[in-house]
């Protein structure tokens, strides 16, 4: 047995998770959601029977029924001695592509490869015999590449070296570098809700306590919350996708980043900005805008791809990190860190031993890309808009209930459903073969049980399909939910 979940924990985790009657089989759908988005590992220990009913003001014979429940479908086993302990999922796995004909996987989203990848891969190879001359070794990433990064940035407006760039092995191991090296067990970290779930992740495993600043589609993100977390909780860190955010899809204006500045400036936080989806602009012109700063900061603050109207955190230090996961394939993992040059020291020094270093083929690779991202993004931006416009389409005429958010770029839809039973239908769309997540995966406390997030960067056809199960499937699932967990929208449950 690897880890044991406390009952307060799993009360939190669960979040909205009352969708139907009889109770206890919502209950256990709550908890198979939690075992099959992996946010409960196999091997982990469930609270007591009694200990759970109380953290959920439920019957100790309500929770037994719905830990039976689980052990009848294979999600836990109950061990003499030990209690319930969560079982290892076979078949599909969160992030991985549908293993049926037919089934159509919304929890990963990224388009398909850049359909050039494959003639810059044939360029790189037949290049072979320079690359295998290298050491193959080499900690802080390879210094072509590292160097064109590098320009990138100064032509974006952030003058860049070579030595403030680091190469990793995607974005998710430049977070989890990043907070290990970063924070002490016990700091605070500042964070968005909702959130990408895998950087809540990371920040937790290096020991820190999260403060949630929340973000909406309409209103953005919360400035009165921010600038009380920074001032309260003085966050060492904080973690911020100030660009087509994910999963909102919401970008910052310049009075929202000056916010942010400001208060990690004062609180003394390092603010993390991942610009994974930074340059997937859907209505506007991809690629490297004119600078434009508040009078009097340093010329030093462009983010790439970022809108020519936004200023980027004026003088505060910021550390950036950037990939081609979504811009050219999630199969290249290729990502950055770009910070001054005393802290890419330190996360070269601090890089596992276990880790020597990102491939030299993919790095040689994605050279060659970084020269073709002009033609990259705008194939990009053609994808992703037939993808999204077809999803608005669909869902304002099968779900006209439901609020479907106006986004200009990125990856996803972050949808408000008209009752809070997002992991209900979740659950049920898997039955039909259509793989979402639920909102609360997204949240940094449990909750966003309204939302949904289906991201558009699937075909334009699986998408209408998905909908239309989607639209089948919703009126069901609403039927057999309790009545006080159909409330209006804006109402608290």
């Not at 290049?127 to 320009?151: F, M, N, Q």
């Not at 006209?400 to 979740?426: I, K, T």
């Not at 039909?432 to 960067?457: C, E, Q």
Request: glycine share 8%; proline share 6%.
């Amino acid at each position: 047995m690897d880890s044991r979940i406390t009952a307060r924990s799993l009360a939190a985790a669960l979040g909205g998770w009352r969708t139907r009657e009889p109770a206890y089989e919502a209950l256990a759908d709550g908890i198979r959601l939690l075992c099959l988005d992996n946010r409960i590992a196999a091997r982990t220990a469930l609270p007591a029977e009694r200990e759970l009913a109380a953290a959920l003001g439920l019957s100790r014979t309500t929770v037994a029924t719905a830990y039976r429940s689980l052990r009848e479908t294979g999600h836990i086993e109950s061990l003499r001695g030990s209690g319930s302990v969560t079982l290892p999922q076979s078949g599909r796995e969160p992030g991985r592509v549908a293993t049926r004909d037919g089934d159509i996987d919304l929890q990963q989203a990224s388009p398909a490869a850049w359909p050039g990848l494959a003639g810059v891969m044939s360029e790189t190879a037949a290049d072979a015999a320079t690359l295998v001359a290298r050491a193959g070794y080499e900690t802080r990433g390879a210094l072509g590449l590292r160097e064109a990064i590098a320009a990138r940035y100064s032509a974006a407006g952030v003058p860049t070296t070579a030595d403030e760039v680091m190469i990793t092995t995607g974005a998710q191991s430049a977070i989890h570098l990043l907070a290990q090296t970063l924070l002490r067990r016990g700091d605070r970290a500042l964070i968005e809700t909702p959130t990408y779930p895998h950087a809540a992740e990371a920040l937790r495993a290096a020991g820190a306590r999260l403060v949630g600043v929340p973000v909406t589609t309409e209103a953005g993100w919360d400035l009165d919350r921010a600038a009380q977390a920074f001032a309260r909780a003085l966050p060492r860190l904080a973690y911020l996708m100030p660009r087509f955010q994910n999963p909102t899809g919401r970008s910052m204006s310049a009075a929202e980043e000056q916010v942010f500045a400001e208060g990690a400036r004062r609180a003394g936080t390092v603010l993390v900005v991942d610009e994974t989806t930074a340059e997937l602009a859907i209505d506007e012109a991809p690629g490297l805008p004119e600078v434009r700063v508040l009078p009097g900061a340093p010329d030093v603050s462009r983010v790439p791809g970022a809108p020519a109207a936004a200023v980027s955190f004026a003088d505060t230090p910021v550390v950036r990190v950037g990939s081609l996961g979504k811009t050219v394939w999630g199969g290249l993992r290729i990502g950055w860190i770009r910070a001054d040059a005393s802290l890419i020291d330190r996360l070269v020094a601090a890089r596992p031993a276990r880790d020597l270093g990102t491939p030299e083929f993919e790095q040689a690779v994605a050279t060659r890309l970084l020269a073709r991202m002009p033609e990259v993004l705008a194939q990009r931006s053609t994808v992703l808009r037939d993808g999204r416009d077809a999803l608005a389409d669909a869902l304002g005429a099968s779900l006209p209930a439901w609020r479907v958010p106006q986004v200009a770029g990125g990856v996803a839809m972050w949808v408000e459903l008209d009752a809070p039973l997002s992991s209900g239908l979740v659950l049920a769309a898997r039955a039909r073969g259509v793989y979402l997540s639920a909102g609360s995966r997204f949240a940094v406390d449990g909750a966003h049980d309204r939302h949904l997030r289906i991201p558009f960067t699937a075909p334009a056809a699986d998408l209408r399909r998905a909908v239309g199960v989607l639209a089948r499937l919703w009126p069901e699932v609403r039927a057999a939910a309790p009545v006080a967990s159909i409330e209006p929208f804006g109402a608290l449950v």
